[in-house]
């Protein structure tokens, strides 16, 4: 049952991981360090964006307008920290 805890546990690193890397490219393409022009970063951005969209549109319904500012990805980031904390804390559970 260990195991199980540990890859969970990989999971929501890896979906951590993902939303850094899209939360950090989406800051370089709005500070045009990176265009969307070229096809690598275009597939990248694509791709991760497909790929949490999931994710960040049920949060973005039910939170509330707030202009340019994208609050989903904080809120998912958030969310995948309190669950990890939640496993932690229950890892007892799982022996």
């Given at each position: 049952m260990t195991s199980l805890l540990?890859?969970?546990l990989l999971i929501l690193d890896i979906a951590w991981f993902i939303m850094i890397v899209h939360i950090v490219m989406s800051w370089l393409i709005n500070?045009?360090?990176l265009n969307l022009r070229q096809p690598v970063v275009s597939q990248i951005w694509y791709g991760l964006e497909r790929l949490l969209q999931p994710i960040y549109d049920p949060i973005r319904r039910i939170l509330p307008a707030t202009g340019?500012?994208?609050?989903?990805?904080l809120v998912a980031l958030i969310g995948?920290?309190?669950?990890?904390?939640?496993?932690?804390n229950?890892?007892?559970?799982f022996y």
């Open positions: 540990q890859i969970l500070f045009q360090v340019g500012l994208d609050l989903a990805p995948i920290y309190a669950l990890r904390i939640i496993l932690i229950n890892a007892a559970a």
